[in-house]
């Protein structure tokens, strides 16, 4: 059951906004036996009052028991099947720093990495070279020269750049040419089908023209790739809901993974009360907003409950803003859970709250995943979610006679 | 969406431990108007005590309206979806005599029959002849020589016994030969596809051979064909899931059906309590145990309210002996509904309980299907409790960067 092409053929265009408050990692654990998740322990007055007026539900991003990274768990989110729809590294890599990867490109998740004199690797990130020194490195590195073959390098972080390989007949089947361990050389690229065979070849030339530019540098005299993907075939935003689109973000990383759904990345904010600012000036100019906040995750990660929760606070006191503005239909979630307890993401549906004068109430006074459970949008897989926001938006027609 | 795939993809090996317990026909209904379930009204303390740091949710086997047969409902709550790895009767009937089926046989679920003088049935069953009269004539009809086949005869009870042709080229193809009246002789068995065409000759051979062995006989002078099947091609496992799996259970059937899907068959119990017993000697040297206990359905099928609680409490009474050994995830379920008042399988869905330390607790104190309802787990498909058992134990890599 295709719903995505279902929508594609209901789909209606009107005045309406939609606005998507992605808090990453939202859904938690309690810390202590028998007490509150982070998002139940936080004061969230702003997201309760979204609550009495709005459906509550538990989002599976892929299904029971699968734990998403952020790159599926935001696919699903924003309406596309995750499975059929799995974004290498590599592009994830390029489109996090803006590269526009086109259909003739392979993106190349790439580490510096230090070289003994037999060419063996003695540290596999570099001695994890801080930005201002790996930067120009990366970009040293667009001098490597392909017969045949566009060559295209962006520094990352640190010890992560990501090249992107653009030519005819460019499969992006290549194994990892990282060996996972010192004391052995960087692996020769390998192609995984015929079609990636060309790549192979050009990726083996690109390392060798790389350590002739790098030799001599102390930390970042050579470098392994990490993930070959090409660029990945989706259906714009425009194309499946008819929604122009915006998207909102800090980090690199969110940024891509909207920009490959077609959306249009706006404003560079440095905080959430920044984000919101893009928002309030973008209003006009587009029909659906994706708001991404990072920090739920973060602190999920460090195993820090009570900074989640903090978080989780921040969070809810921009929500007044977002409502001024008058949406049609507000959306909360998250891309996946995130519980301090287990310092990582995991496996539990995320709480979700969706808003709009044409909810069905269902009782609820509050925002957490205990309510949430019995919820008027029930259990759910998160490609579902777009499709109910764009009911509710009233730009979606009835389905036959 | 092929979730199996992807959990053998994403699949991890640990220490871990998980066990599966199965009441068969677990879920009930009301004896009286407004009262409990079967479940709801026995005092099971220790079910109720997992469930206090556990998740509960009800579990459809195959889909809401259909009631599954005992085959189709385990291999949902091993994870197999059930509609794409039907196992047909003759398979059943052959793995649940402890037959191993392989890649070149062809199973036939066959019953002893009684013929007058001119071939036409007069019994069906051949007057439900007692397995001590009926073993033997199953065991006589291995003299049966056909060039090119192995025959294999294994007696089951009373009129039912098994064939098993083992061949080249041998599709399972054939529709049954028992007319399904009396007064007319058994069908000529008929190939239904063109890789079943030998099959129905040998069939046919054997048929007239066994004729003979038996002539003279006063109850089982003849045969019926009720169940050709192919033997089923499932995924270990071991190689699904990289799990050593065992399978405790005191009926053929259930051991049959487990082996089908590579699970070691563990003891050989007479009783839920010496199953225990199996558990605790074979708990070092397996990861997940299947443990299987009867009589809940048993009862249920026996329109028997009050014997199918008592059955409940019974299940319930080993639980602390399992909680002892420690297992990092457990389960507790059914393959389908039994109620007492219908006296037979439902549709109706499967409460059922998991805990582990992982859980996100859903406030329920007790288990049952009115609590279920609303429980953590929500209404759920059969064919998402093992990848949810997997995650609990750790067992499952993200998806996705």
């Given at each position: 059951?295709?719903?995505?092409?279902?929508?594609?053929?209901l789909k209606v265009?009107?005045?309406?906004?939609i606005v998507?408050l992605?808090?990453?990692?939202?859904?938690?654990l309690?810390?202590?036996p028998?007490?509150?998740?982070e998002?139940?322990?936080?004061?969230t007055?702003?997201?309760?009052?979204?609550?009495?007026?709005?459906?509550?539900?538990?989002?599976?991003?892929?299904?029971?028991?699968?734990?998403?990274?952020?790159?599926p768990?935001?696919?699903?989110l924003?309406?596309?099947?995750?499975?059929q729809h799995?974004i290498?590294r590599?592009?994830?890599?390029a489109t996090g720093?803006?590269?526009?990867?086109?259909?003739?490109?392979?993106?190349?998740?790439?580490?510096f990495?230090?070289l003994?004199?037999?060419?063996?690797?003695?540290?596999?990130?570099?001695?994890?070279?801080?930005s201002e020194e790996?930067?120009?490195l990366a970009i040293?590195?667009?001098?490597?020269?392909?017969p045949?073959?566009?060559?295209?390098?962006e520094?990352?972080?640190?010890?992560?750049?990501?090249?992107?390989?653009?030519?005819?007949?460019?499969?992006?089947?290549?194994a990892?040419?990282?060996?996972q361990?010192?004391?052995?050389?960087?692996?020769?690229p390998?192609?995984?089908?015929?079609?990636s065979?060309?790549?192979?070849?050009?990726?083996k030339e690109?390392?060798?023209?790389a350590?002739?530019?790098?030799?001599g540098?102390?930390?970042?005299?050579?470098?392994?790739?990490?993930?070959?993907s090409a660029?990945?075939?989706?259906?714009?935003?425009?194309?499946?809901?008819?929604?122009?689109?915006a998207?909102?973000?800090?980090?690199?990383?969110?940024?891509?993974?909207?920009?490959?759904?077609?959306?249009t990345v706006?404003g560079?904010?440095g905080?959430?009360?920044?984000?919101?600012?893009?928002?309030e000036q973008?209003?006009?100019?587009?029909?659906?907003?994706?708001?991404?906040?990072?920090?739920?995750?973060?602190r999920?990660?460090?195993?820090?409950?009570a900074?989640?929760?903090?978080m989780?606070?921040?969070f809810?006191?921009?929500?007044?803003r977002?409502?001024?503005?008058?949406?049609?239909?507000?959306?909360?979630?998250?891309?996946?859970?995130?519980?301090?307890?287990?310092?990582?993401?995991?496996?539990?549906p995320v709480?979700?709250?969706?808003a709009?004068?044409t909810?069905?109430?269902?009782?609820?006074?509050?925002f957490g995943?205990?309510?949430?459970t019995?919820?008027?949008?029930?259990?759910?897989?998160?490609?579902?979610?777009?499709?109910?926001?764009?009911?509710?938006?009233?730009?979606?027609?009835?389905?036959g006679a």
């Open positions: 059951m295709d719903i995505q092409r279902l929508v594609r053929e265009t009107n005045n309406s906004k998507m992605v808090a990453d990692g939202l859904g938690g309690p810390i202590e028998g007490g509150p998740t998002l139940e322990a936080a004061k007055p702003n997201l309760d009052n979204l609550a009495k007026r709005g459906v509550q539900g538990l989002l599976y991003p892929v299904a029971p028991g699968i734990t998403p990274g952020s790159g768990g935001h696919l699903s924003f309406g596309y099947d995750p499975i799995l290498g590599g592009a994830l890599e720093v803006g590269f526009k990867l086109g259909p003739k490109d392979v993106a190349i998740r790439c580490n990495c230090t003994d004199a037999q060419g063996n690797i003695t540290d596999r990130r570099a001695g994890r070279i801080p790996s930067a120009p040293s590195l667009r001098k490597v020269r392909i045949g073959v566009e060559v295209f390098v520094p990352v972080k640190e010890h992560r750049f990501v090249v992107v390989l653009r030519g005819e007949g460019l499969g992006g089947n290549v990892d040419t990282d060996p361990k010192t004391g052995v050389p960087p692996l020769d390998v192609a995984h089908d015929a079609a065979g060309r790549t192979a070849q050009v990726a690109f390392f060798l023209q350590l002739k530019i790098l030799a540098q102390p930390k970042a005299n050579g470098l392994t790739m990490r993930g070959f660029a990945p075939v989706i259906s714009s935003y425009e194309d499946v809901y008819g929604l122009r689109a998207a909102i973000a800090v980090y690199p990383m969110y940024k891509g993974l909207a920009q490959l759904v077609g959306m706006v560079k904010p905080s959430l009360s920044e984000e919101i600012d893009v928002l973008a209003w006009n100019d587009y029909d659906f907003f994706f708001v991404h906040f990072k920090y739920t995750d973060s999920g990660e460090d195993g820090n409950f900074e989640k929760v903090r989780v606070e921040q809810d006191a921009i929500v007044p977002v409502t001024a503005l008058g949406p049609t239909v507000l959306v909360v979630t998250g891309d996946h859970s995130t519980p301090a307890r287990l310092a990582g993401h995991s496996w539990h709480p979700t709250l969706l709009a004068d909810c069905r109430p269902d009782g609820l006074t509050a995943e205990k309510y949430a019995c919820g008027g949008l029930g259990h759910f897989a998160g490609v579902n979610l777009m499709p109910l926001a764009m009911a509710h938006a009233g730009r979606l027609g009835k389905f």
